[in-house]
């Protein structure tokens, strides 16, 4: 039911020979006079300084990692709130980590109950610690939940409604991503297994609360990664031809289907349903990423957002008021954005939904 770049030094520029002078002359001409003596280079090889000061390359470093920084500022979404949560409760699975904390640290500090929904509860527990001495008169709770296994999402669920009068917000945070092939305890592919058919079965057995508790939301974390998404129906699971980064994109595209048909199933009992793309975020969900998407993430670095930066559209979906939402919508950014055109396949979302549901042995009312 329901996851550096490292510097070079200095040295690793410094020229073999100083008589040569090549070294010195683009620097000069780079830089000027004013180095060391008459606008001559002073290189003194146990500091990597010119003359006590340290090698032009660092100071190039330094404007390259400014602009870089100017160009992230420019593409990170520019939101902000004050509304106030108190008297909300919210689920935020995979809050021991990443943007599931962030998002859960957010709630908290609006002054909703928060239940961080974690399958490693030593982990939930240390966030949990960490959020209460960030923020004041913070309520959260650590509750164990492990979307690979259907036996602990009902007991999650149980749990739920023996100790939560309602819940206003369901936020299916939690995920994995490009690991190598794995079944999760029921014998779903891994990534389909946690990504979709956990926080699906989540959802469907905490439905009459959220009902119960109308106005409420869902909220489901998916990926840009989901436009290079295909729902392979003929085999899902990938025992035909299992890829990492295609089983990934499938799940999180099941991720914005899934929302599409769940809220018009649910809008007549006040409940709103979204997708998100929390943009390129650093997180431990990117484990297991090997070559050459390594290489690529460090050659683009400066795109990658922080953990909090990643929980700023959750959060929007959150308390943006219903007049400014349209539910099954997909967001980025902060915004209303379009999902690919997979993403808007009315017939793939039902079709998707229905082997779900047979996958999962439910019925859904």
């Not at 006079?33 to 300084?49: A, E, R, Y």
């Not at 999902?339 to 859904?364: F, M, N, P, T």
């Amino acid at each position: 039911m329901a996851s550096s770049c490292e510097e070079k030094t200095a040295r690793a520029v410094r020229p073999a020979s100083v008589k040569g002078r090549p070294h010195e002359r683009s620097w000069q001409s780079s830089f000027g006079p004013g180095l060391g003596q008459q606008g001559s280079l002073d290189l003194n090889p146990d500091t990597d300084s010119v003359s006590g000061r340290t090698l032009p390359v660092f100071l190039l470093r330094q404007t390259y990692k400014k602009k870089m920084q100017t160009i992230r500022s420019m593409l990170s979404p520019k939101w902000s709130s004050d509304v106030r949560l108190e008297g909300k409760t919210a689920i935020v699975t995979g809050a021991n980590s990443g943007i599931g904390k962030e998002t859960a640290k957010d709630l908290a500090a609006r002054g909703a109950r928060v239940v961080l929904a974690c399958r490693d509860t030593a982990k939930g527990e240390q966030a949990a610690s960490d959020i209460t001495r960030e923020v004041n008169g913070a309520k959260v709770v650590v509750r164990q939940l492990d979307l690979a296994d259907t036996k602990s999402i009902c007991l999650f669920a149980e749990t739920i409604y023996n100790t939560e009068k309602t819940v206003n917000y369901l936020i299916n945070n939690a995920g994995v991503a490009i690991c190598p092939y794995a079944r999760t305890v029921d014998g779903y592919e891994m990534q389909l297994g946690v990504n979709h058919l956990g926080h699906f079965f989540l959802t469907f057995l905490l439905l009459d609360l959220l009902k119960h508790s109308a106005p409420s939301r869902v909220v489901n974390v998916s990926s840009t990664v989901h436009a290079m998404g295909k729902i392979q129906f003929d085999d899902l699971n990938g025992d035909k031809d299992y890829h990492p980064v295609r089983a990934y994109a499938q799940s999180k595209l099941a991720n914005v289907l899934f929302t599409r048909e769940l809220a018009k199933r649910t809008e007549a009992q006040g409940v709103m349903a979204f997708s998100v793309d929390p943009g390129i975020v650093n997180t431990d969900i990117t484990r297991h990423i090997r070559r050459p998407l390594v290489d690529l993430a460090k050659m683009f670095s400066f795109l990658i957002r922080t953990p909090a930066e990643g929980a700023s559209t959750t959060i929007y979906c959150v308390v943006t008021p219903d007049s400014e939402m349209l539910t099954g919508g997909f967001y980025k950014d902060c915004a209303r954005a379009d999902s690919c055109r997979a993403g808007e396949d009315d017939g793939a979302a039902l079709k998707l939904w229905a082997v779900s549901c047979h996958l999962l042995g439910i019925r859904w009312r």
